[in-house]
């Protein structure tokens, strides 16, 4: 995607630069951007749990209600596990590091995700998609965050929903900042924490 991106940039004469937005390398500058990914991820991160926790929630309404619809004494578990969500946890177990060199492989994987998915649907998608909506911001913060929701298709439905919601905060974080450094910081960052995380909990036989 940041080749196809390179490319339409190249055939309009503008330097890849101009998609980063307006910052400066000065300390001040780079503490600024990393509070505001700080604070930006914690809020981010409680505004997806409440999103889960209400997708589980209503989830479960559902499967409720459709069990009540059975007849009684029927065969089988009173609650299936969720196929969908176990698929996606091994997905996302499958990308977790499992031992120090891939530790560091992943470190620098998610450095440069955090950098490179910022540009493709912050820096480039979202301008495209606000220039064909004609100017109307809103509506090209929706599309490109739904564009980013779907290209992590394999985390499922409803993975893709709360990314779909985490690309909204992303450009809504850009756009108050005026640059993608503080949502690469933040993108970056979370990303390691959540392999990390992964790793810990797999290595714990906790899942």
């Known amino acids: 995607m940041l080749a196809w991106v390179m490319v339409g940039l190249r055939l309009k ?13 000065s300390i001040r500058s780079i503490a600024l951007d990393l509070c505001a990914a700080a604070v930006f991820w914690i809020g981010s991160l ?21 069990l009540a619809t059975h007849v009684v004494g029927q065969a089988g578990p009173a609650h299936p596990p969720d196929q ?8 996302l177990m499958e990308l977790a ?8 492989v992943w470190t620098f994987l998610c450095v440069l995700v955090g950098f490179v998915e910022e540009i493709v649907f912050r820096g ?20 490109s965050a739904a564009v980013f929701g779907g290209a992590h298709a394999y985390q499922g439905v409803r993975g893709m929903a709360l990314l779909t ?29 959540a392999g990390l995380a992964l790793a810990f ?4 036989h906790v899942i």
Do not use: K
């Open 46 to 66: 409680i505004a997806l749990s409440i999103l889960g926790l209400t997708w589980s929630g209503v989830e479960t309404a559902l499967a409720h209600r459709s």
């Open 84 to 91: 969908s969500q176990l698929q996606t946890l091994h997905a």
């Open 97 to 104: 590091p499992a031992n120090g060199r891939e530790i560091v």
């Open 13 to 25: 004469r503008i330097p890849l630069c101009s998609l980063l937005g307006a910052f400066s390398f």
């Open 165 to 193: 919601a985490f690309g909204v905060l992303f450009s809504l974080l850009a756009l108050n900042r005026r640059s993608l450094r503080a949502g690469m910081f933040a993108h970056g960052w979370h990303d390691l924490i």
């Open 201 to 204: 909990l797999h290595s714990s």
């Open 124 to 143: 480039y998608f979202q301008r495209q998609f606000i220039g064909w909506a004609g100017g109307c911001v809103g509506v090209g913060v929706l599309i």
